[in-house]
C-alpha cells in the first residue's frame, strides 16, 4: 500500500498512550508521519534487525536490507506512542535507498527535522528509532564479517 512517504506493508501498532493532550502545536508533517506511517511491516527477509526498547516500555523493531552498501529497504515495527510511530516512519524515509556511509550519519535531531520538530520530552523517541536503527546495522555488520550466509528469514 502507497502512502505519501512510501510503501506500508502493515498497519502499524496501535499507540498504547494517550498524547492527544499534548499533541497541540505539532508540525503537519509530523501528523503525516502519524497517521500513515511509511515502511511499516516484516519482511520475509533481512539482513539485519534489531528490537529496541526505551525506558518507557515503548519498542520499535527495525529490519534492513542491504545491497552494494546501500540500505535497499528498511521496514519497522513500532508499538508505543503516537511519537514512536511517526519517529520509526521518519528514521525510514530518511534512510531507505541511501548509502550505508549516510546511513551511519542520522542523527535524531534529523528525524525531528523531518517531523516538523518534536517536543523535548519526546526527544527519546527519536534517539530510540535511532539508536535501534544503528542496532540493525550492527546485527548487518555482524552477519557479513561474522558468517559468509546471509541471513534469510531469522
Ligand atoms: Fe518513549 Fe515514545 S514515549 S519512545
Redesign the pocket.
Known amino acids: 500500500m502507497d502512502t505519501p512517504h512510501g510503501t506500508r506493508e502493515a498497519h502499524p501498532s496501535e499507540p498504547d498512550?494517550d498524547h492527544a493532550h499534548d499533541l497541540e502545536g505539532l508540525d503537519p508533517r509530523f501528523f503525516a508521519h502519524a497517521q500513515m506511517p511509511c515502511n511499516v511491516g516484516r519482511p520475509t527477509r533481512w539482513d539485519g534487525r534489531a528490537l529496541g526498547v526505551?525506558?518507557?516500555?515503548?519498542s520499535i523493531e527495525i529490519f534492513i536490507e542491504v545491497a552494494d552498501s546501500r540500505l535497499n529497504r528498511i521496514r519497522h515495527l513500532p508499538k508505543?506512542?503516537v511519537?514512536?510511530v511517526a519517529?520509526g516512519s521518519a528514521v525510514s524515509k530518511l534512510v531507505q535507498g541511501k548509502p550505508l556511509e549516510a546511513v551511519l550519519q542520522i542523527q535524531p535531531e534529523d528525524v525531528a527535522r523531518e517531523l516538523g520538530g518534536l517536543p523535548a520530552d519526546?526527544m527519546?523517541?527519536a534517539n530510540?528509532a535511532v539508536n535501534t536503527l544503528g542496532e540493525a546495522l550492527d546485527d548487518y555488520y555482524r552477519q557479513v564479517w561474522g558468517r559468509p550466509a546471509k541471513a534469510e528469514g531469522r
Open positions: 498512550h526505551g525506558v518507557c516500555g515503548d508505543g506512542c511519537y514512536t519517529c519526546h527519546h523517541c530510540l
